[in-house]
């Protein structure tokens, strides 16, 4: 049950605190600072929009400005088109204090910490869905996005890795790199947030790893990515590094622990690289010994604890006589408008139906109006992506505190996720799909019902009375 690493330094302890197993896009806050870089912020911005729809996205995109100069503006069209962008002015140096701010606005339960010069890809959000297991934090995959000696050199060394961690059986990571990182907005507050001590943008996030520990387990999301762009030159690559020694230093002083680099000999021992091996060692030695100046002087408190956001309980599975009916949301695309006069009757064990609701892509939205003429239960067809439109209809069921139960009907397996969402808020979530539908989103559901060929006849003629013409 220890927690065995070669890495100098850990946590105090190691917490019982148990994250959520879900992430909708509606319990989300991207959270970036930026200093001086609005073209990364422009090029972050641009990918966002191709990455979500005005229908579906984060609750809220923070981009808070430290200090740059001059002070960042962007494109309103952002806005215009719908993403849910917000402008905040941090005046007190330092990534750390940069990422409090954007913090203390968020009223999410997670918060997802990207840097200016990184870029989103398409499984950002999906990586990290796959990885959750109720742990408090996730590190997510940094690669670099260019192809020159400096990129190749930072990918070889996986210098936006943080080292792994044995810790129960699985390699976890030791600490967070908040150019992409994952955390639960309670365990965050719960340990005061960042150490606004780091003035630089440097050892903050391997300090609030560590602490993260003291509240729960970390993990790892190697399939949440995102592409990092680094500058393309000696003088910003000795920069980064002396910056990063400093930032070991000051984790030096507060952990009591031996931080010094050491000469090494690059992953890659090319000649290039044994170069550049050479030229970080020396960035970081120098920067750890200025460093010292620094801490040698003072060694302020830590900073004082935030008030942790009350956790709303679960609500109990409500008796069958006590619910108001059974919303039905139909996943157009997996399955098809044939099976729709045997949904009612397989649901006659939950109660009325009050609500239908199919989504599907355009293609196949004539087919789902036609049937939707056929019964009176099914009052709504959607053009959209079905896993997102529906995901965000059941947020918003969820949140109003309805006591209906809940039907899916689809064979996807990106459904199990938002099956058991509606299982851990304390609500009936049945599953209606082909037999063949995905395994993991069967066992999701309180009860799997499959939808049979045979059986079509049958349901037609116990839905007869309810069959309008079609116009």
Request: aromatic letters at 8%; hydrophobic letters at 40%; one cysteine or more.
């Amino acid at each position: 049950m220890t927690l065995l690493s070669a890495f100098p330094i850990g946590p105090r302890s190691i917490g019982k605190e148990i994250g959520p197993h879900h992430l909708l896009l509606s319990e989300l806050t991207i959270i970036v600072p930026v200093n001086n870089n609005p073209q990364g912020v422009e090029r972050l911005l641009s990918t966002c929009m191709l990455l979500f729809s005005p229908e579906e996205h984060p609750a809220a995109i923070l981009i808070v400005d430290n200090l740059s100069s001059p002070p960042l503006a962007f494109s309103h069209a952002y806005r215009t088109w719908g993403l849910p962008i917000h402008l905040l002015i941090c005046t007190k140096p330092g990534a750390a204090a940069a990422r409090n701010l954007g913090a203390r606005h968020a009223t999410t339960p997670w918060l997802l910490f990207l840097d200016s010069d990184c870029i989103p890809t398409t499984n950002l959000i999906e990586g990290y869905r796959q990885a959750l297991d109720g742990s408090v934090a996730y590190a997510g995959c940094v690669r670099a996005s260019g192809d020159d000696f400096l990129a190749r050199y930072y990918e070889t060394q996986e210098i936006l890795r943080p080292l792994p961690v044995w810790h129960n059986e699985h390699e976890r990571p030791a600490y967070l790199i908040t150019a992409n990182a994952l955390v639960w907005r309670p365990a965050f507050c719960a340990i005061g947030g960042f150490d606004c001590r780091f003035g630089l943008a440097a050892g903050e996030d391997i300090d609030i790893g560590l602490r993260l520990w003291e509240q729960g387990q970390l993990s790892f999301a190697p399939s949440a990515c995102v592409l990092h762009t680094f500058e393309p030159t000696i003088s910003s690559f000795l920069r980064r590094f002396f910056r990063y020694g400093k930032g070991n230093r000051l984790l030096a002083t507060r952990y009591v622990a031996d931080l010094t680099p050491r000469p090494f000999t690059p992953n890659h021992p090319s000649l290039w690289n044994r170069g550049l091996a050479l030229l970080q060692f020396l960035a970081l030695w120098l920067g750890y010994q200025i460093g010292r100046l620094d801490t040698g002087r003072s060694d302020p408190p830590a900073p004082p604890h935030w008030h942790t956001t009350e956790v709303l309980p679960q609500a109990p599975l409500q008796p069958a006589e006590q619910r108001t009916g059974v919303t039905v949301l139909i996943d157009g695309d997996c399955v098809s408008p044939k099976w729709i006069s045997q949904i009612k009757p397989l649901l006659s064990e939950l109660g009325p139906i009050s609500t239908g609701l199919v989504c599907s892509r355009a293609s196949a939205a004539p087919s789902w109006k036609q049937a939707q003429s056929t019964v009176s239960w099914l009052s709504k067809t959607i053009i959209g992506d079905a896993d997102h439109v529906l995901a965000h209809r059941v947020e918003r069921l969820l949140q109003t505190g309805s006591k209906q139960a809940i039907c899916l009907v689809t064979n996807d397996k990106d459904f199990a996720l938002i099956a058991k969402r509606i299982s851990r808020a304390g609500v009936i979530v049945w599953g209606v799909g082909s037999p063949n539908a995905s395994s993991s989103f069967q066992k999701a559901c309180h009860r799997f019902l499959p939808l049979s060929p045979a059986s079509t006849q049958r349901a037609k003629e116990r839905t007869a009375a309810e069959v309008k013409p079609i116009h």
